[in-house]
Nanobody, 125 residues
Framework: QVYVAESGGGLVQPGGSLRLSCAAS????????WGWYRRAPGKQRELVAA???????KYADSVKGRFTISRDSTKNTAYLQMNSLKPEDTAVYYC???????????????????WGKGTLVTVSS
């Protein structure tokens, strides 16, 4: 069984920063990419950032230049550093560990696709 768990959400003022962490545990950990997604109130879930085992990264246009995804393979952990936060970044953020079959098209292979329960980020003054 595999478990994925996020931490680090909370309330922050506009312009502030937060760092989310995500840890995967259990076995087998046969995945090749981490992803951070978010679901804002009344909206569909969207991919915020992803990082592949080879180091490739991708970001949603709305967060480019403000958010940074990273990982520590030795700890099976991923991070999302969020700077210059805006009220529109308010959402539940979900961590995903998955096996991707097509990085360019963002397609998953299936078979290994695990999600955390989410952590709430609220950006408000």
């Amino acid at each position: 069984q595999v478990y994925v768990a996020e931490s680090g959400g909370g309330l922050v003022q506009p312009g502030g920063s937060l760092r989310l962490s995500c840890a995967a545990s259990g076995s087998p950990l046969n995945f090749n990419a981490w992803g951070w997604y978010r679901r804002a109130p009344g909206k569909q879930r969207e991919l915020v950032a992803a990082i592949a085992s080879g180091g490739g990264m991708k970001y949603a246009d709305s967060v480019k230049g403000r958010f940074t995804i990273s990982r520590d393979s030795t700890k099976n952990t991923a991070y999302l550093q969020m700077n210059s936060l805006k009220p529109e970044d308010t959402a539940v953020y979900y961590c995903n560990a998955a096996l991707w079959s097509d990085w360019q098209r963002g397609r998953k292979a299936g078979g290994f696709d695990y999600w955390g329960k989410g952590t709430l980020v609220t950006v408000s003054s």
